[in-house]
């Protein structure tokens, strides 16, 4: 079964510092999406992608944060400065057109630390 | 924008029946979702309901009145794998993302 792949698994990176995390849609899928989840709390909505430009983001996507589709498989959510705060479980989805678009199908996420 | 509300946790046997209600307020509705995430895992999808009435699948069950801005998940014949965290989610009103709900831990204890 097609799934949505994502890397790191885990990373620890210090304040200030940029990360990048990857991912791989299922590769029929048009809309791209990252979600993030604090420890014990909600999903919650970052950013939404389609025909390679930013179809909706959240408050929580402010400057600090970027998307890119750079080729024609991966899909890049881009941290500038990290923060403290930034520490969470980032959660990579995608979803077909039309009405099978209301199921989104999410990767097994890419935690990240920041000290 | 949209925001939902449904119960924190629920424990109950192995062999029980859990209900999950979920009630929403949104700008603009698209369906009810719902996903089931084990701690640590991703969100995976269990149903939707697009439409009111009873979605079935297989010892789980999802419903919706749209009338009352409402839905929940069934859970029947509980099993220990069972327990995990439930969100209810709706669609945006111009876009196909998902805004969830604060999640429902369900603890299935022997």
């Known amino acids: 079964e097609p799934e949505v792949t994502q890397t790191p698994s885990h990373q620890v990176t210090q304040m200030g510092q940029e990360v990048i995390l990857r991912c791989v849609p299922i590769?029929?899928?048009?809309?791209f999406y990252w979600y993030r989840q604090i420890l014990g709390q909600k999903v919650e909505f970052l950013v939404s992608?389609?025909?390679?430009?930013?179809?909706?983001k959240s408050e929580i996507f402010d400057d600090q944060f970027s998307v890119e589709r750079p080729d024609g498989s991966n899909f890049t959510l881009k941290i500038r400065s990290t923060k403290l705060e930034d520490s969470a479980m980032y959660f990579c989805?995608?979803?077909?057109?039309?009405?099978?678009?209301?199921?989104?199908?999410f990767g097994e996420g890419s935690w990240l630390t920041v000290v | 924008g949209q925001s939902l509300e449904q119960p924190s946790e629920v424990t109950a046997v192995e062999g029980a029946i859990v209900q999950i209600n979920c009630t929403y307020q949104?700008?603009?509705?698209?369906?009810l979702s719902w996903y089931q995430q084990h701690d640590g895992g991703a969100p995976t999808f269990l149903s939707y309901?697009?439409?009111?009435g009873l979605e079935e699948t297989g010892r789980f069950s999802s419903f919706l009145s749209r009338s009352d801005s409402y839905g929940y998940l069934l859970l029947q014949e509980l099993q220990m794998k069972d327990s995990a965290s439930y969100f209810c989610?709706?669609?945006?009103?111009?876009?196909?993302?998902?805004?969830f709900g604060a999640g429902t831990t369900v603890t299935v204890r022997a």
């Open positions: 992608f389609y025909n390679n430009e930013i179809s909706e």
């Open positions: 949104t700008s603009g509705f698209y369906g």
């Open positions: 989610a709706v669609r945006g009103p111009n876009d196909y993302k998902l805004s």
């Open positions: 590769s029929n899928h048009l809309y």
């Open positions: 309901n697009g439409l009111d």
């Open positions: 989805a995608s979803s077909p057109t039309g009405n099978s678009g209301n199921t989104i199908y």
